[in-house]
């Protein structure tokens, strides 16, 4: 995440501005606190509510397998002593496999998600950056800087600060789109309903 914010933050700076003129330079220029844009904004919140989902969903399937292991282990020590040493040793290796390809299998699904989730963040970063370029140039800014954790001003009269304008028009911008992508949905789904009836 911390990666991401000095992305940000980095291209924020290039395209930066301030919402009053600068009486030395005639320039146009406000800040933006990098930070609490990405928190904010809609759209990475959703994204996050969608990781912690499926890592959750991901979690309990390795803890059924995991309490399974468990119960397995258990059931061999009551049963070694019964079946006799060999049969043991051929138990304790299968129980370490089936372990071992536990933690193998928990890796993987880790990877996975952070490889998803981190591509869509990024993607997610990348359009927020282009949108701030576009609304700059639309209220005719000639920089807008960044601050928060990649911060490239150290200090800002608080009245340059555009923040709160730029995430919620962001924020606007993402449950419009959502709304047009939920309405377009419903005519498709109706649409097979009416085929299928036909039929």
Known sequence: MKKSLLVLGAALAMISCNKEASSSAGLKTAY???????????????????????SEEMAREL????????????SFQNEAQSKG???????????QQRERE?????????RALQEEFG???????SQMKKY??????????????GTGDAASILYGKEEYEITD???????????GEESKVEVEETPAVEEEETATTEE
């Open 32 to 54: 933006i606190d990098t930070v609490k844009l990405v928190e904010g904004y809609e759209e990475l919140k959703d994204l996050e509510s969608k990781g912690k989902i499926k």
């Open 63 to 74: 803890d059924t397998e995991a309490q399974q292991l468990r119960l397995d282990a258990a």
């Open 85 to 95: 040493r060999q049969w043991a040793e051929l138990k304790m290796q299968e129980l």
């Open 102 to 110: 536990l933690g193998v299998k928990q890796e993987t699904m880790m």
């Open 119 to 125: 591509v869509q963040r990024d993607t997610v970063i």
């Open 132 to 145: 701030i370029k576009e609304y700059a140039k639309e209220e005719n800014y000639d920089y807008i800087y």
């Open 165 to 175: 304008e730029v995430l919620k028009s962001l924020n606007e911008k993402y449950t």
